[in-house]
């Protein structure tokens, strides 16, 4: 595995939860991270904590693909180079398919799957020409296992999108030099259900609870930066098409 020293990865969805994992990650392997997300105050708060000369915070919204070009250049312009894109953005809304209204299915799907597209399209000619260039497509456990949660219908079947994807671009960018990777974790604890209506959310988690009486556990965000840090380091030629990390440890389900 080559060294990940002085090398620049774009981040989406990079001030918490995963994708600050995967910047923290890669920061203390010696790259540098260009932080994107929508929400400017948060960025420059994160890129402090990561390091100023470490960090760059852009803000961007990644379901407007006009903006993404320049933003990007922007990451390379400042430090001077680029080797790859953490496509780490992504929501999730629960609810019954029935009962999903159109704007939470499009909330989902613009920036799940469209997002990414978006991203690719605009990172890969600025990828183009290097020495070890990556794309690192986040998908979900919950795209296969039903198991991680329930309710959770258009987040899963969003992230089974990119995989799709991925699989087609990976064919795509094969003589273009650019390795394209899907990394597909499982539960860890974040904020990610943070936004999530409280109602639904207890609906989804009796329904979860229906599912078994054990859970998996003893994973955390930093093992999934690892874990990307690892897929980024392959080197030239050589790239891990998909790889899954879950938690391995069984308990019994806590009671909500």
Known sequence: MTALKDRVYIVTGGTRGLGKAIAQSLIARGARVGLVGRDAALLRQTAAELGPDDALPVALDI????????GFA???????????????????RPGHILDMEEAEVDLQLNTNIKGTVFCCQAAV??????????????????A???DEMAHLSIYAASKAAVERFSRDLRGELQGRGIGVTVL??????????????MERFRAALQAWQQLGTHMDTGME????????A????????????????RPNRPAPKVAF
Do not use: M, Y
């Open 230 to 245: 690892w897929c980024l380091s392959c080197p030239p030629g050589v790239a891990v098409d998909l790889l899954e990390i």
């Open 125 to 142: 000619p600025l990828l183009e020409g290097g020495d070890n260039p990556r794309i690192l497509n986040i998908s979900s456990a919950s």
């Open 63 to 70: 379901t407007h693909c006009a903006h993404l070009p320049q």
């Open 184 to 197: 597909r974790p499982g539960a860890a604890i974040t904020d990610f259900a943070s936004a999530w209506e």
């Open 144 to 146: 296969w296992h039903q």
């Open 74 to 92: 922007r990451i390379k312009a400042h430090f001077g180079r680029l080797d790859g894109l953490v496509n780490n953005a992504g929501l999730a």
């Open 221 to 228: 965000p930093r093992h999934v930066g690892e874990a990307a």
